[in-house]
């Protein structure tokens, strides 16, 4: 899973980078446009899987991980001179999800916050982004038709960009547009800004954070949202845990920001977890809602799509209760599915193939 930490200057994306990665890069108040984007890859922290490799031993546990990338402040006009530079914006591109951090704390030099304003510019300065993309390749298009290279797969494309376009030109996000799966298919090189699942993170100062009531509801009428408190959990990714939980308490934080982030990542973009165990590996995998044995099977190694037989399945859930797999048969709760077997949540998968 990638997620791509964005929003303006000073807003405190490397602050929150830090709290999420553990990481120590420095902050400051002045805005490097040329520094690099910070990469970190973290481990999701599921309970289900530390627990499973308790009862298995494997000699190697793997959880799922975040790719967290801490992108360069978008400033006011960027869309037209780019959003990020082009280093960034191929990062960007790879992300899954976006997360827009957005300032809801004093600072000396930009003064007092202004959450909703500066969420309205973002907004506008990543349509005005996709719409320079979708503006150019059209005309790149009727360039090609010109010179008689009119394909249907060409007209395909220049009919779908030309919905993007309207719809950009309305002020809505591209992802709000429902495109036929060909549709789809013929933009999906181009990764607009506005089409990838968006969270905002709305990061709030020691003094007042958990009394945004108002700011949150009105945040999350347009958006799934969740509240940081940016310093606060930078400092606590640097103290020991029993330190964590006091201050945590203290400021009545239930879960690390990196927990909360990621369940509001997985809730955007759909996904769920399914585990395989085993004596050699523990292991949890990332697959979207909907998906199948076959699909799931095929996250694992393409090889176990292609000779795909069945798969054995038990859920985590019956495992807590019969507390081994010999009561799960005893019970008759072992299953045996096919290739469209809808994976839940929660399974624990053994998939039988054919080299
Ligand atoms: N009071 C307060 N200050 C914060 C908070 N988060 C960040 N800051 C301060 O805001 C300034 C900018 O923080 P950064 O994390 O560097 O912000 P950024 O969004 O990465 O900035 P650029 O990379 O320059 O766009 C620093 O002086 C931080 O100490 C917060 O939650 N509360
Ligand atoms: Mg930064």
């Not at 298009?141 to 009919?159: A, D, H, P, S, V």
């Not at 997985?266 to 590996?281: A, C, H, K, M, P």
Request: net charge negative.
């Amino acid at each position: 899973m990638k997620i791509g930490l964005i929003g303006l200057s000073n807003s405190g994306k490397t602050t929150i980078f830090n709290a999420l990665t553990k990481f120590e890069v420095p902050v400051s108040t002045y805005t490097n446009a040329k520094a690099k984007p910070n990469l970190a890859v973290v481990p999701v922290v599921d309970e289900r899987i530390s627990y499973l490799s308790k009862m298995y031993k494997p000699k190697k546990t793997t959880y799922a991980t975040v790719e967290i990338t801490d992108f360069g402040g978008i400033t006011e006009d960027s869309a037209r001179n780019g959003v990020f530079s082009s280093s960034s914006m191929g990062l960007i591109k790879n992300t899954e999800a976006l997360a827009l951090v957005v300032r809801n704390f004093h600072d000396d030099l930009m003064g007092a916050p202004t959450p909703l304003q500066d969420l309205e510019q973002i907004d506008v300065e990543l349509l005005l982004s996709d719409l320079v993309i979708t503006e150019k390749r059209l005309e790149r298009i009727k360039w090609c038709y010109k010179r008689g290279q009119e394909t249907n797969t060409l007209l395909l494309e220049e009919k779908t960009l030309q919905k993007i376009t309207e719809q950009l030109n309305n002020n809505q996000p591209a992802r709000d547009l429902k495109l036929a799966e060909d549709e789809e298919k013929s933009i999906r090189g181009f990764q607009f800004l506005t089409r990838k699942p968006l969270m905002v993170i709305l990061n709030s100062d020691e003094t007042n954070f958990g009394k945004n009531q108002d700011l949150l509801s009105e945040i999350t009428s347009k958006y799934k949202a969740i509240e940081f408190v940016g310093n606060f959990e930078m400092e606590l990714s640097r103290l020991n845990d029993k330190e964590v939980e006091i201050f945590m308490k203290d400021m009545g934080i239930q879960e690390s920001a990196r927990d909360r982030l990621t369940r509001l990542a997985y809730e955007i973009l759909g996904y769920l977890s399914f585990f395989t165990v085993g004596s050699d590996e523990v292991r949890a995998w990332n697959i979207y809602k909907g998906m199948t044995a076959v699909e799931a099977a095929g996250t694992i190694h393409t090889d176990l799509a292609h000779g795909f037989i069945r798969a054995e399945c038990f859920s985590y859930d019956d495992l807590m209760e019969c507390e081994s797999e010999r009561k799960i048969r005893d019970k008759g709760r072992f299953r045996l599915e096919g290739k469209d077997y809808i994976v839940s949540d929660g399974d624990i998968l053994a998939i039988r193939f054919n080299v």
